[in-house]
């Protein structure tokens, strides 16, 4: 399980990285549209990209980091084995089942994009849109990762209270 802690980590380091390219290119196309009268469609496209890459790489991350969003004004009350009991059913039954899903659903969604060799639609668009769709899959399979480490973590603590 050190593993994928590791790698969900390093996936957070590669997600805020992927937030700062993401800030200046808006930087970048904010100036050059308003001070130049300039933009480019490709550049709009990669942000819509960027943000869909630091949204679904980060869900994996914010699970680990116990920052997701959850009815505190409930759970703070809790006692801690309720808590680590809470934590191992929502798992089991809320996250695990919606992410295989997502994983199972996703990967005909991205062959299907892949066969078509699909593309913007605008001109001047991006091309290899595939590669984004490719997110989905790919961060879910990560949150099953992260998932199943967050049972077996809240089961131990369940015991040992």
Known sequence: MQFIDRAIKYL?????FILSLLVLLIVYDATARYLFATGSVALQELEWHLFDVVILLGIAYALREDAHVRVDIFYASFSQKTKALLGVISSLFFILPFSLLLVYIGVDFVSMSFTQNEASSDPGGLEYRFLVKSLLPLSFAFLVLQSIKEVQTN????KSL
């Open 155 to 158: 089961f131990k603590r369940w």
């Open 12 to 16: 957070g380091y590669f997600t805020a």
